[in-house]
Nanobody, 123 residues
Framework: QVQLVESGGGLVQAGGSLRLDCAAS????????MGWFRQAPGKEREFVATISGGGTIIYYADFVKGRATISRDNAKNAVYLQMNTMKPEDTGVYYC????????????????WGQGTQITVSS
């Protein structure tokens, strides 16, 4: 069982930056692939970024490439998402998710989810 708690959301102006943190419980954090997803009002949850347990495999959604960095610190049971040059269309609830062994871009592949943290980007 893994419990995930996101933090770091808030209100930011277009062009600004935010870092999202996800704290995980459990003793085998490094065996989980981690993902960040987001959901805007009226839209489906979509993939943002994912990182493998060892941090060697990383994928980004096209809409954040060059603007986002996913990273993890297995000693701290934490995964991070640094978002730069933010746009109003980045507004939404951002979720941290975990799945055993490997990464995935599909929300349905993840077993554990945090409660989400709101990001609002003003124009």
């Amino acid at each position: 069982q893994v419990q995930l708690v996101e933090s770091g959301g808030g209100l930011v102006q277009a062009g600004g930056s935010l870092r999202l943190d996800c704290a995980a419980s459990g003793r085998t954090f490094s065996s989980y692939g981690m993902g960040w997803f987001r959901q805007a009002p009226g839209k489906e949850r979509e993939f943002v970024a994912t990182i493998s347990g060892g941090g060697t495999i990383i994928y980004y959604a096209d809409f954040v490439k060059g603007r986002a960095t996913i990273s993890r610190d297995n000693a701290k049971n934490a995964v991070y998402l640094q978002m730069n040059t933010m746009k109003p269309e980045d507004t939404g609830v951002y979720y941290c998710a975990a799945r055993r062994l490997t990464t995935s871009k599909l929300p349905s592949d993840y077993n554990y989810w945090g409660q989400g943290t709101q990001i609002t980007v003003s124009s």
